[in-house]
């Protein structure tokens, strides 16, 4: 079994509204997850054209995350920041996925927060796919990993 991350994204029915829901899933063979949150359309595609950077060096990993004020730390409810992995062109993934319902004091009980390996070439297929789910054209978006 590969590790992969895997985006969907539902709009909002009303046409004036940005916001549509992100969902979130990572599997790998040991462990999974899958949480999602309100985000602005717009977020995403940002981040998805982000994944074109080459090459991601370690001070500038590429990110996006989501949640709560402050927006950090146990406020983020989705995370993802793609950097080098090695000096070979590999690449490790961070996921970091909590209850966004779960607000109480303290890390959040309810999470999963894990690292993976990929590459450019699978990067770019992910890449390529957001901009198909966000032009309405696929259901989903896989970043495959090893």
């Not at 717009?42 to 995350?65: C, H, N, R, W």
């Not at 983020?76 to 779960?102: C, F, T």
Request: with cysteine; proline share 5%; aromatic share 14%.
């Amino acid at each position: 079994m590969s590790t992969s991350l895997t985006f969907g994204y539902r709009f909002s029915d009303d046409p004036n509204d940005d916001f549509g829901w992100l969902k979130v899933d990572v599997l790998g063979d040991h462990f999974s997850g899958q949480g999602g949150f309100w985000v602005q359309w717009q977020d995403v595609k940002e981040f998805g054209e982000a994944l074109s950077m080459y090459p991601i060096l370690p001070e500038t990993p590429i990110k996006a995350a989501w949640g709560y004020e402050p927006w950090e730390g146990d406020s983020l409810v989705v995370s993802i920041e793609v950097a080098p992995a090695d000096k070979r062109g590999n690449l490790s993934v961070q996921v970091w996925l909590r209850d966004y319902i779960e607000m109480g004091d303290g890390a959040p009980s309810n999470c999963v927060r894990t690292t993976f390996k990929t590459n450019y070439p699978e990067l770019e297929n992910f890449r390529n796919a957001i901009a198909q789910l966000m032009d309405g054209k696929a259901k989903e978006a896989v970043l495959v990993g090893q």
